[in-house]
């Protein structure tokens, strides 16, 4: 397995990301509610722009504490190896998602909880 292509793969990751979130902040945020300078409707779609880029800002972070665990299993020695079953974590699977961290079948079985 080519560790130095994941971790590669995860800095760009985690840069884009990083430049996603500037950009999100401003979407996320406090909608204005002086009616005289936004109209009902205007302002219920600011309204909920507002919560769509929140929630993509969530999912930014979850994405990011990811790509963190993972560089910090590089170093350790530990990556491409499920948490689960320790066993070794297919190399197609890791180049769709290189923060992942469950072999496809631990991955499997927890989406069926």
Do not use: H, W
Not at 33 to 40: F, I, N, Y
Not at 54 to 61: E, F, G, K, S, V
Not at 68 to 87: F, H, M, N, P, S
Not at 97 to 113: F, G, V
């Amino acid at each position: 397995m080519d560790i130095k292509l994941f971790r590669s793969l995860l800095l760009e990751k985690k840069a884009a990301l990083v430049e996603e979130e500037a950009a999100g902040k401003e979407a996320a945020q406090v909608v204005e509610l002086d009616q005289t300078s936004v109209g009902r409707v205007s302002r219920m779609d600011a309204m909920q722009g507002q919560a769509m880029a929140i929630a993509a800002n969530q999912r930014r972070q979850i994405e990011l504490q990811k790509i963190a665990v993972a560089l910090t299993r590089i170093k350790q020695g530990e990556y491409g190896y499920c948490l689960e079953c320790d066993e070794e974590i297919a190399e197609a699977r890791l180049k769709l998602d290189p923060a992942t961290s469950l072999c496809i079948d631990c991955a499997s079985k927890k989406e069926m909880i």
